[in-house]
């Protein structure tokens, strides 16, 4: 219960801001409060491969870019249903993990994270390449899915997302299937000897992550009202690895605070100046180095 | 009585390196059978052969009357085949009884299950429990694993062993790093699994080996030179000059 505490505590938080914003900050607190819950839930199905499986994916980004284009074409080709969206989302990203992750599995460690930032490339110069949506420049949406017009609606359907996100890695995490992707992390061998076959179960976790992901992209999409291949940018495959550390690998409440410490502090730093990296850099280290359970290492007391 | 475990001419060779070089033996139900030879003699590869997770380049293995050659290490496990490492393997941020609990849970349904709380399931508790009775540390259920000391991490090998309740065991030397009295406890130990699971051991602590093999096989640069009870074994000249010699 301690170790789910400040994540609770956030979300709590989250739930309070559109009425905090009345009294400061307006839309731009809002808009920030969302951009980090997105980030939040893309970053909840990393740790899932990072930090529950051993897995670290250098190439997530692309599947929250898979969620957000589907939205984004879907929309421009007016096709407003959510639900329709959703599913369209949901099954271009799960074949797209199927196939990568097969792939990608064959191989750990440092070849590991090359392919999966290969395969986020291809993302990356794909949608670059779509002429008819904006390629380089992006594409601007001209309106969201139908439930998700109205902005309050939009808000609480994403606090709503990331609260059911997170209960459920937390049930995976803890279940059968969960018990055998963490034990395979520290000994694959003795997991395999012992009559597991640890590539399926690391398979079925690279699905409903890049599934999860793309969930976010989708949301990512509505709120921005803007999608570009950017967003699939090993840039943000770094950020979202970033988070994941900064908040504490496999931690319940670690990949919440670190999407929460993460757009604080780039919002707070790139008001005192434009290379704010050159501080969030030397940051992060510290936390790294002191802090090694990353943030949520901070509240939890270890006997 | 037929064998559970019949190996049949398996070879393995690393570059022009013959490590198992024609390598035939038996496991009769209800046996323990040593395999005893130099270092190097090319004993744990046999192992991984066995278990799966090294692939023979010739030969056969059946298990249990079914060809499992070609079989991963997951296969085979599931069929009852268990293992234990030369190099204590466990996990080690588990505590001692999800250890267990890890081992029963392969053996009793299926472990894709997404949403019920594993750590929760009193079936797979309790047998990790009786299995930890069993090795005499049921005291450390809740300890994490890492924090055991070197002879409770073997009796732990040991114990995520046989909660699967394999049909047959590959020991790959037990006793390593052990003090003397922990050794003979480990004897008694195996004894008593000895008659509902028949033991494929491997073993340097020769009093050990005698104490428990019903038969012992000599394994000399890949090729199996002598079998036989221990007594034959003792006064096998081969074997003495292979191995015992050595010892002596």
Known sequence: ?303 | MSAVLDVTNLRKSFGALAVTDGVSLDLHPGECHAIIGPNGAGKTTLIHQLSGTLSPDAGMIRFAGEDVTAMGADHRARRGLGRTFQITSIIPGFSVLENVALSVQAMSGSSYRFFGRAARERGLNERAMTALDLLGIADRAERPAADLSHGEKRALELAVAIAAEPKALLLDEPMAGMGRDESAALVETLKGLKPQHPLLLIEHDMDAVFALADRVSVLVYGQIVATGTPDEIRQNPQARAAYLGEEA
Do not use: C
């Open chain 1, 1 to 303: 219960m301690r170790a789910a505490l400040p994540a609770l505590v956030v979300l709590a938080l989250f739930a309070v801001v559109p009425w905090l914003a009345e009294v400061w900050g307006g839309s731009y607190l809002t808009s920030l409060a969302m951009r980090a819950m997105i980030l939040a839930i893309a970053a909840l199905s990393l740790d899932l491969l990072i930090g529950h499986g051993g897995m670290v994916s250098f190439g997530h980004a692309a599947f929250v870019a898979i969620g957000a284009y589907t939205a984004g074409i879907a929309i421009t080709e007016g096709v407003t249903d959510l639900a329709t969206i959703l599913a369209i989302a949901t099954a271009i990203a799960a074949a797209f993990a199927l196939v990568t992750g097969a792939i990608s599995l064959r191989t750990s460690g440092v070849s590991f994270i090359m392919i999966t930032l290969a395969f986020g490339q291809m993302v990356f110069f794909t949608l670059g390449a779509l002429n008819e949506y904006g390629a380089d420049d992006g594409l601007t949406l001209w309106e969201r899915a139908e439930v998700l017009a109205r902005n309050d609606v939009l808000y609480f359907a994403i606090l709503g997302t990331l609260a059911v996100v997170w209960l459920l890695i937390d049930r995976i995490t803890g279940s059968r299937f969960g018990r055998v992707l963490r034990a395979a992390r520290q000994n694959d061998v003795r997991v395999e000897t012992l009559g597991y076959g640890v590539f399926g179960f690391r398979l079925t976790a690279y699905v409903l992550a890049g599934v999860i992901a793309a969930l976010a992209g989708v949301l990512l999409a509505n709120q921005a009202e803007f999608v570009s291949p950017a967003i699939a940018s090993w840039q943000r495959s770094g950020d979202l690895i970033i988070i994941v550390v900064l908040g504490g690998m496999g931690s319940r409440s670690g990949a919440i605070l670190g999407a929460l410490a993460f757009v604080g502090l780039e919002e707070g730093l790139s008001t005192l100046t434009h290379d704010w990296r050159l501080i969030f850099g030397p940051l992060l280290i510290a936390i790294v180095l002191y802090a090694k359970g990353g943030l949520s290492s901070l509240f939890e007391r270890r006997s």
